[in-house]
């Protein structure tokens, strides 16, 4: 049963603009969220993360938000690059769990100039 | 961050051997992770390895299929056994270091 759901398979955006990423999870158990970049043959590259006392977090061009009574968060990404080119994974954990990490099937997004 | 290799980085296998997949970490870390992303799904925990213990199995995987090995704090192995074409899938090596859990570039394995 997928727990993290992303529901869109892909996003095209023109550079400059915003690109936003959504993510949807069912656990509410779930405390912790990340959000991981994948480019073609290489392995998920960390982002950017949000605790579920926050709900806002912010690095440079990526910011994430979280809504823990929709059980919803999102990736902003403001001015999208044509670099920014790639599958965006989404994934939470909780505290007791390991940090075994549960991820949604990712969202391929293409910048184009 | 924590820089992660593994090796192979693609095989090709036939159905009912084994391969066993190398992970190397550039630092010390104490809890490591393999995942398996099987062709247009997410990533799945596979199991926990964490070094001077047993390796932890999620549901669905067992360790007759994927012994796992740490014998050190930088370093386990995977290792897929009596291959079939549904275990084609990318392997993944991940470690847990300042809070936050770093990928491997993966392992593409296509069972024939």
């Known amino acids: 049963d997928q727990q993290v759901k992303q529901n869109s398979p892909s996003l095209s955006v023109q550079e400059g603009r915003i690109s936003i990423l959504n993510c949807d999870y069912t656990n509410s158990m779930f405390d912790y969220f990340l959000w991981y970049k994948k480019y073609p043959a290489e392995g998920p590259t960390f982002l950017i993360s949000i605790s579920s006392i926050k709900d806002k977090n912010e690095d440079g061009r990526f910011t994430v938000f979280l809504n823990k009574s929709a059980k919803h968060l999102s990736l902003h990404i403001v001015p999208s690059q044509p670099g920014d080119s790639a599958v965006y994974f989404c994934a939470a954990t909780y505290s007791n769990s390991g940090y075994a990490l549960n991820f949604g099937k990712g969202t391929s997004l293409l910048v184009t100039p | 961050s924590a820089v992660i290799s593994q090796k192979p980085s693609r095989d090709i296998c036939q159905r009912g051997t084994s391969l066993t997949i190398q992970c190397q970490v550039d630092?010390?870390?104490?809890?490591m992770f393999w995942y398996r992303q099987q062709p247009g799904q997410s990533l799945t925990l596979i199991a926990t390895?964490?070094?001077?213990?047993?390796?932890?199995?999620e549901s669905g995987f067992v360790i007759d299929k994927f012994p796992i090995s740490r014998p050190n704090l930088t370093f386990s192995t995977l290792t897929v056994s009596n291959m079939s074409p549904e275990d084609s899938s990318i392997y993944l090596c991940?470690?847990?270091?300042?809070?936050?859990?770093?990928f491997g570039p993966g392992t593409r394995l296509t069972v024939t």
């Open positions: 390895a964490n070094q001077g213990s047993e390796a932890t199995y």
């Open positions: 630092s010390q870390v104490t809890m």
């Open positions: 991940s470690v847990r270091a300042l809070s936050e859990q770093y």
